[in-house]
């Protein structure tokens, strides 16, 4: 039976022209290749907080964020490239598959490399891994400009800016360790600045509603290394010292506020943001900063747990502010991206309010069950705001239209 007479279900090329998906597809959803992609980088996003965990709880915490910083910043990166990539030219055929298995082997080589990272601020094996997969990305884009004549122009500029950033990658190995900050600081900018260059020519065929649905997918994986992170960390302190009274109030506090971080993200308006060409690069990239504190904000939790055990050498202010800081960012990044002038009171005032709260609570003795309570109070106003405003007339809602931005 020749391939063609297949069901479409288990057809499958070697390789079909890369044309650009349709943007308007019904019911586009994540695929299992980038699902399982998703799970690869699960493993380097968890390697990443265990080591920043480790220098926290023995002191050592600018190195652990630095560290953090360049290795976070590859794993999302990366992450995201394939991403709208994908959601625009995901053919499926043998030659992108094989070439989204080449992405995934070089997050797991860049995941083997964090620890070296962290401890040595040997970034050899990471920047190796992160050169893999930012090169089979290129290959695809050049597969792009053989085959899209509508976006040719756009995809050469991705293969030549992607590969011109992987050899300053590869040229900065070269500069004593000291060094790695300063390469970061110039070659992270030109990483962002290609796709907007390159989308200028033409913009590619990515699906917004895709886009989305996948940026919410990794919401839940850095949640979930949050959750991770805090249980191994109640499991090792409660094995054998019986001080299941001084995590109480831990426990209960990281997860309201874990859930209120979720309930936050989740009750957002993408359609306004994917719609404007500026609104897109913000919104993607301020997710760096999304993510990030909200994979933060699991170590804070861990060290936490380490210093209410004994376990931990910071001193507790410093633990506050572990916890605080990562939650006062996530709250400020999601209300640059979202928030308004025209907004109700809540909106534009509730998360500055609610953030300055939280940092103050560092300072308190119960920083983590502080924190959880404000979030909480935050998404109850919030969930009050959505009633009242369901209660209004249609013509009546403009100021206050319910369950659109995070406030």
């Not at 997050?107 to 190796?128: K, N, Q, Y």
């Not at 050899?167 to 290609?194: C, H, N």
């Not at 997918?217 to 499991?235: D, P, Q, Y």
């Not at 006062?328 to 500055?352: E, H």
Request: hydrophobic share 55%; net charge negative; aromatic share 12%.
């Amino acid at each position: 039976m020749s391939q063609e007479s297949l069901p479409g279900s288990v057809r499958l090329r070697l390789a079909v022209p890369m044309v650009g998906r349709d943007p308007e597809e019904d019911h586009r959803a994540a695929t299992p290749l980038e699902l399982f992609f998703d799970l690869i980088f699960v493993v380097a996003v968890a390697f990443a907080s265990e080591r920043l965990h480790h220098s926290l709880v023995v002191d050592e915490v600018v190195d652990g964020v630095i560290a953090l910083i360049l290795v976070f910043f590859a794993i999302w990166w990366a992450w995201v490239n394939f991403t709208w990539f994908s959601s625009a030219y995901d053919t499926d055929d043998v030659t992108y598959r094989i070439f989204v298995f080449v992405t995934m082997t070089g997050a797991l080589i860049l995941a083997a490399g964090v620890p070296r990272a962290f401890d040595e601020r040997d970034f050899d094996v990471a920047t190796l891994g992160y050169v893999v997969m930012r090169l089979a990305l290129v290959t695809q884009w050049i597969r792009v400009a053989m085959t899209d004549t509508q976006r040719r122009v756009t995809a050469r500029r991705f293969a030549v800016g992607v590969a011109a950033c992987q050899v300053g990658w590869v040229a900065a190995l070269l500069l004593p360790g000291d060094w790695w900050v300063a390469a970061f600081v110039v070659l992270a900018p030109a990483e962002l600045l290609v796709p907007a260059w390159a989308e200028s020519a033409s913009r590619t065929t990515w699906h917004e509603g895709h886009i989305a649905e996948r940026y919410g997918l990794f919401m839940i994986i850095v949640l979930g290394e949050s959750v991770l992170a805090a249980s191994l960390a109640i499991r090792s302190a409660t094995e054998g010292d019986g001080l299941i009274g001084e995590l109480i109030p831990i426990i209960v506090g990281g997860l309201l506020a874990l859930f209120s971080m979720w309930w936050i993200y989740f009750d957002r308006p993408e359609e306004r943001l994917l719609a404007s060409e500026r609104g897109v690069f913000i919104w993607s990239y301020a997710h760096l900063f999304v993510f990030g504190s909200v994979a933060t904000f699991g170590t804070g939790l861990a060290a936490s747990i380490d210093g209410a055990t004994g376990h931990s050498e910071l001193g507790q202010t410093a633990t506050g502010l572990a916890v605080g800081i990562p939650v006062v960012i996530y709250l400020l990044s999601l209300y640059a991206v979202y928030v308004r002038p025209g907004d109700s009171l809540l909106r534009r005032f509730g998360i500055p309010v609610t953030a300055m709260l939280i940092l103050l609570t560092s300072f308190t003795t119960q920083p983590v069950l502080l924190t959880g309570l404000l979030l909480t109070a935050l998404v109850v106003a919030k969930e009050i705001e959505r009633i009242r405003g369901e209660g209004l007339a249609p013509n009546q809602r403009d100021s206050v239209e319910p369950g659109k931005l995070p406030s």
